[in-house]
């Protein structure tokens, strides 16, 4: 299983990006599916997720700016709007998959977001 994010960019403040996860390998379902940040001044921060108990939640500090969506069963997308640097961080995709032989928690490399003037 590959888990690949693309988007990051440096963008100004009040900006907009799309970030895209695309989930690869023998995939039978994806139970939980989301994104996470990192940053210096944060450990792992939960941006938002689409689960199968949970349905779709998110991070209170993005609730209103961001949306998470699915857009295939092995692709998410978090469109991001308003930008602030509190943004910044590394944002990693996040995937519970159930493959033909087991199932397990994967993690992309991330895609770097720096919100700056």
């Known amino acids: 299983v590959q888990v690949v994010e693309d988007g990051g960019n440096l963008v100004q403040p009040g900006g907009s990006l799309r970030l895209t996860c695309v989930v690869s390998?023998?995939?039978?379902?994806?139970?939980?599916f989301g994104w996470y940040r990192h940053a210096p001044r944060i450990q792992s921060q939960l941006v938002a997720r689409?689960?199968?108990?949970?349905?779709t939640e998110y991070g209170d500090s993005v609730k209103g700016r961001f949306t998470v969506s699915r857009e295939s069963e092995n692709t998410l997308v978090l469109e991001m709007h308003n930008l602030q640097p509190k943004d910044s961080a590394i944002y990693l995709c996040?995937?519970?998959?159930?493959?033909?032989?087991?199932?397990?928690?994967?993690w992309g490399q991330g895609t770097q977001v720096t919100v700056s003037s």
């Open positions: 996040n995937a519970v998959v159930v493959t033909t032989s087991s199932s397990g928690t994967y």
């Open positions: 390998g023998m995939i039978v379902a994806i139970d939980d």
């Open positions: 689409i689960s199968a108990p949970y349905g």
